[in-house]
């Protein structure tokens, strides 16, 4: 199985923070990559697809970047609603895993 | 809207099986594959396979649930179905189902939007 590693496991971070989280994948899984928000309680939404592409809906504020085995999701300007927890997924081989998950915090 | 719209939770006791319905709306329900993913308390996310709406039904389960998991769907009532079988207190977890987030009809992407609301499924004797 390709194991997906984030890091790191929990970030504290002010509103208005530029925020950079990375998963790594232990073999290259070109850019089959995405990420996930979820908030306590509810389901995963997406973000982002395709390691760059910013789903419909999605605030500008988030980005993708990363090919082969190292990807980031940032953040640029942290706002209130974006404290959650974020999971990247790779999606270039069955079975489909994830990443263990980064929880933002406030500082 | 696209809206998925899971059953009710569920308290079995190991060794029992269970069964979570998922009912598909606001689009073609055959064309659009659909996974499951489940959550243990506190933990992160595990995939467990995926399931054609169309023809005949097709699925590929994770290994890990290979003998333990049937997905199955009815296209009358847009609904499919995941039942686990032989359940442990392991399996005390929300499940979820999603759609494949992919943009063309009937083509397996293998990323998740949107997801159901989940079903919260506790093993306990």
């Known amino acids: 199985d390709t194991q997906m590693t984030q890091s790191p496991s929990t970030l504290s971070a002010s509103v208005g923070d530029r925020v950079t989280i990375t998963c790594r994948a232990s073999?290259?899984?070109?850019?089959?990559l995405a990420w996930y928000q979820q908030k306590p309680g509810k389901a995963p939404k997406v973000l982002i697809y395709?390691?760059?592409s910013l789903e419909s809906g999605v605030p500008s504020r988030f980005s993708g970047s990363g090919s082969d085995t190292e990807f980031t999701l940032t953040i640029s300007s942290l706002q209130p609603d974006d404290f959650a927890t974020y999971y990247c997924q790779q999606y270039n081989v069955y079975p489909l895993t994830f990443g263990g998950g980064t929880k933002v915090e406030i500082k | 809207q696209v809206q998925l719209v899971q059953s009710g939770a569920e308290v079995k006791k190991p060794g029992a099986s269970v069964r979570v319905s998922c009912k598909a709306s606001?689009?073609?329900?055959?064309?659009?594959?659909m996974h499951w993913v489940r959550q243990a308390p506190g933990q992160g996310l595990e995939w467990m396979g995926i399931i054609n709406p169309s023809g005949g039904g097709s699925t590929s389960y994770a290994e890990k649930f290979q003998d333990r998991v049937t997905m199955t769907r009815d296209t009358s009532t847009s609904t499919v179905y995941m039942e686990l079988s032989t359940l442990r207190s392991e399996d005390t977890a929300v499940y979820y189902c999603?759609?494949?987030?992919?943009?063309?009809?009937?083509?397996?992407?293998?990323?998740?939007?949107?997801w159901g609301q989940g079903t919260l499924v506790t093993v306990s004797s």
């Open positions: 073999q290259s899984i070109s850019r089959w």
């Open positions: 606001g689009y073609i329900f055959t064309s659009y594959y």
């Open positions: 999603a759609r494949d987030g992919g943009k063309q009809q009937l083509v397996r992407s293998n990323w998740f939007d949107p």
């Open positions: 395709k390691a760059s």
